[in-house]
């Protein structure tokens, strides 16, 4: 059987995000909940313990001189209730942001309805048993254990270096000793969830790694999974196939078109049209090597199409132009001198085929390509000539 060692594709990790399999860690929601809940009882908390104080006291003192009445009673419960709301809202909404925004960071914005469909597999004790005595459920028991550890060891330091506060508390007045006793319990909660909270961070990373690594692929898989993800490899390689023919095809038809071609003479044919009303420099319309090379002149044959010998001319345009390019400033010169020659040739044999092969005869046209400059006006005026 094969191993699973690679890591998930994008599909895989897309796939487990629609059924709602995700990174995330509770213990970073609870952790990052309990810290802002700690900040929010030192701010709004203190306002509602003084409002609900405040509003106690008031109905103690009125309760003797009302009669007790259900619309009177309903009139001391609103009077209790309407100070304290702004305060207990305010921390009933961090609570309740604090917890949406840590898992939108986990998870982000992910909906999946099918990890809202009931399992009766869930149900099964049997299942519940094994699940507490495996790897797994064990793994959970020590994280929780050292969690435990951790927070008992940071509660008996705090303790321990505080110890003298706390015998204090004895000389001093209720209310006195009510003010530091809290200032001490926020103290070390705060200490608490703040380890708690990196402890979290941790299990989030942790969980994180376990998920990536509950998704691994086989190799097999991995291919198969590419497979299906853009197709079957022969059949996209059958489909290249077919768009370079139907390319070529096209190429091959704009061969009749062309003013010139330019050879090497028997590897390479470049086809170069060239119309100075419409362009601004010459373009190749098509090109080829060895069959191709001898296709597009046996095209140009039939239609008796001039073809011209220049060996570097040839090699710089096959390789620095691509098809429906036009041609680079510096071979303006040397398809210049082309076209005037091919011009003059046409001047020279009118209603006579002009499509045989440089001879002896013939001028020798143009030198090395690249040796070259020119511009589009000396084209014009070559052609012109």
Not at 94 to 102: K, Y
Request: glycine fraction near 8%; include cysteine; proline fraction near 5%.
């Amino acid at each position: 059987m094969s191993e699973r060692t690679e890591a998930p594709t994008p599909r895989k990790l897309q796939e487990a995000r629609e059924q709602g399999q995700v990174a995330r860690s509770q213990e970073l929601n609870a952790a990052a909940s309990l810290l802002v809940g700690i900040l929010l009882l030192g701010g709004p908390g203190r306002m509602l313990v003084l409002n609900l104080q405040n509003s106690l006291s008031e109905m103690l003192s009125i309760i003797p001189s009302i009669p007790i009445s259900n619309p009177s009673l309903a009139d001391i419960s609103l009077s209790v209730l309407l100070p304290i709301l702004p305060s207990f809202g305010t921390i009933l909404f961090g609570l309740l942001f604090t917890g949406v925004a840590v898992t939108i960071a986990q998870t982000g914005l992910l909906w999946s309805s099918k990890r809202l469909t009931p399992d009766l597999s869930r149900l099964n004790p049997i299942q519940g048993l094994k699940g507490l005595i495996s790897g797994r459920g064990l793994f959970e028991l020590g994280k929780a254990l050292l969690k435990l550890g951790i927070a008992g060891w940071v509660a008996y330091s705090f303790l321990r270096s505080n110890g003298g506060a706390l015998i204090a508390l004895g000389g001093m007045d209720f209310r006195a000793a009510l003010a530091q006793c809290t200032t001490l319990a926020r103290s070390l909660a705060l200490r608490i969830a703040s380890v708690y909270l990196i402890l979290a961070i941790g299990d989030y990373a942790y969980q994180k790694w376990h998920y990536k690594r509950s998704l691994r692929m086989t190799k097999e898989e991995v291919k198969e999974d590419l497979k299906r993800s853009e197709g079957d490899p022969l059949l996209r390689q059958r489909v290249r196939s077919q768009q370079r023919r139907l390319a070529r095809q096209r190429m091959m038809a704009n061969v009749p078109k062309a003013d010139v071609i330019i050879t090497n003479p028997t590897h390479l044919a470049v086809a170069v049209r060239y119309q100075a009303e419409i362009m601004q420099a010459p373009r190749v319309i098509a090109k080829g090597a060895y069959r191709i090379a001898d296709r597009i002149v046996a095209l140009a044959k039939q239609h008796h199409i001039p073809i011209v010998q220049n060996i570097p001319l040839a090699r710089a345009l096959y390789r620095s132009v691509a098809v429906d390019e036009e041609i680079s400033p510096d071979l303006y010169l040397a398809m210049a001198e082309v076209l005037a020659y091919v011009y003059r040739l046409r001047a020279t044999n009118r209603g006579l085929p002009a499509h045989s092969q440089s001879s002896p005869n013939r001028p020798r046209v143009g030198g090395n390509p690249r040796a070259r400059g020119g511009s589009v006006q000396e084209i014009k005026r070559e052609a012109a000539y």
